[in-house]
């Protein structure tokens, strides 16, 4: 069997569209809020179904190929058979593509890329976590922050970066100066997490992948949105992160998948919806739904357009805090959207679904974790079909944010478990290469 093609391509120039960005004023109602979104996302899910004329391998489904193909003068069933060397064989030269015809190939190579950006960094940390760092800036497929007709969410000024991002006491010692050398530009973050087998005996190995450069959410504890948003990776770039992950040596086949990286999934849903299609899809990745993971801040326009989709991945809601005054001081889109807003929103993704919803705490040490923010968040699970992922905080340099002790996570959890809530405390993955939750990081050039 031939080897899978590693290098990755060149990407194409950015998205164009007319300057849309909502910088909410002091005054902006969630009511208007949802106004806005709520346009953008019936846009996305149009946009969704429109076949693709990219030349971007990931970017197609076998009918879009296909088409594509037949206004390129070669055979419509060359689709299902390209399809079958890259997603089924790992092959991304067409070079390697035997069955095809020497002209087809050489066609293949001339017209349709495979692989775009590059690989510019790829750590291993010593419990098997691989992490890999990918430049989209030669000419990127992304769409600036602000010029995606369909992004009317707010995007709030970035804050300053500081410090270098190693998140963990064992982490690498590396310089602001170094680590700006890794990070500057159009780049995002990519990690593979193996852990034990699942109750079926069977490898379990998670992709989890980035949906934008940045993020526009700006978490005061996370890494990801230190450098703000410059902009959303298309659907192409969001499958090949996944196919990417998934043929590094010694992974094998992908068992689950989470839209955990960086960005806001929900801000970007026109090219996450037909990732979806393409990560679940037989003639793709092949992942059931029910192991995919769209994790959201909370934005309930698009968890209901999410349910609407008819696919029923997992839906998780980073909740973070037990009441509105808290969660507005470390996450500033709670400003527009409500801890009930998000509960009457799960309730509709269930109902639609029949998939529990997952809340995700991170906690924080001194901030969120006390004994009455346990007994808050009782309340809340106690008016949605839920379950509780409680996450240690990965330490970021330069927030002022502390990991937990375990006494207190103990205690947190065992509040909620006194109350017959379904809570489990995530294992950290991957803190000695800063791949661990919160830790995925973007700097613009210049921070």
Partial sequence: MPKAHTAFGKPLGPSTGAPNTFEPSQGTSTGHLSTFAD???????????????????????????????????????????????VYAKGVADPAAMTNL?????????????????????????????QKLLVDWSSTPDTAPAGTDPTLT?????????????????????????????????NRTECVMIPSDNDASGRPRRTACISSQVGCPVGCKFCASG???????????????QAWQL?????????????FMGMGEPMANLKNVLPALTALTADWGLGLSARRVTVSTVGVPVGIRKLAAFDLPVTLAISLHAPNDTLRKEIIPWASFVTIQDLIDAGRDYFDATGREITLEYILLSGVNDLPEHAHELVGICRKLRCNVNLIRYNEVSGLPFKRPVDTDVRGFRGVLNDAGINVHIRASRGRDIAAACGQLRHEAAGL
Avoid at 41 to 51: D, G
Avoid at 52 to 66: G, I, K, V
Avoid at 157 to 177: L, M, Y
């Fill in 39 to 85: 346009a953008a996302f019936s846009s996305a899910l149009r946009l969704a179904a429109v076949p693709s004329l990219s030349d971007h391998f990931f970017d197609h489904t076998p009918d879009s190929l296909a088409a594509l193909f037949d206004g390129w003068g070669l055979p419509r069933y060359r689709a299902k058979q390209v399809f079958d060397w």
């Fill in 101 to 129: 015809s020497q002209r087809d190939r050489q066609q293949l190579g001339e017209r349709l890329t495979f692989l775009k950006g590059d690989v510019v960094r790829h750590q291993q940390a010593t419990d098997g976590t």
């Fill in 153 to 185: 969410l707010p995007v709030l000024t970035p804050r300053p970066a500081s410090g270098s991002g190693c998140a963990s006491d064992d982490a690498p010692d590396e310089s602001a100066d170094d680590e700006s050398a890794w990070y500057a530009g």
């Fill in 226 to 240: 230190l450098g703000g948003l410059d902009g959303n990776l298309s659907t192409g770039q969001i499958v090949q």
């Fill in 246 to 258: 998934s043929w590094l040596p010694g992974v094998g086949r992908l068992s689950n998948l989470v």
